[in-house]
């Protein structure tokens, strides 16, 4: 049997499956999303808060430093983009590559988080994930932040 007739049953079994139970589907699909997500290094909001409670990763505040001042997320470090040559020697200092870093920025539409954390990486950081929700989804869930 040739993959094509296979991949044709399996898509339509799969379509009427669904038209019996869109909801399941329909959270099938958003799980699998956020799973794809987790795995190209984003997280969501409950993956960070669960990983904050542990105080297993460092957070990284992507923003300018201003707005670090302003409010962050309760102990992350400040590693701004803009500013990032400058910052890079003492945070390499402070944090081995081996670290769980976990960068965010303002929230979803800022693309400061995964500048970020792409600078980490090209300088040996391993694991390294985006909080895409960032700072405004972390402060409307009343999550604790200072500044």
């Not at 991949?7 to 799969?14: E, G, K």
């Not at 019996?20 to 794809?36: E, I, N, R, Y």
């Not at 400061?112 to 989804?137: M, Q």
Request: proline share 3%; aromatic share 10%; with cysteine.
């Amino acid at each position: 049997m040739s993959k094509k007739p296979l991949r044709r049953t399996l898509v339509a079994s799969l379509l009427l499956l669904s038209s019996f139970s869109p909801a399941v589907s329909q959270h099938d699909a958003a799980a699998s999303t956020a799973l794809a997500k987790e795995d190209a290094g984003e997280l969501n909001l409950s993956a960070a808060k669960a990983l904050f409670d542990s105080r297993s990763a460092c957070f990284v505040d992507a923003r300018s430093e201003y707005a670090y001042y302003t409010s962050h997320i309760k102990g992350a470090i400040s590693l701004s983009e803009s500013r990032f040559d400058e910052q890079f020697p003492d945070f390499r200092q402070k944090k081995s590559i081996e670290t769980l870093i976990v960068v965010y920025c303002v929230g979803i539409n800022c693309p400061k988080a995964r500048h970020v954390a792409e600078k980490l990486k090209k300088n040996g950081y391993r694991n390294v994930k985006v909080f895409s929700g960032g700072l405004a989804e972390w402060s409307h869930a009343g999550f604790p932040m200072e500044g």
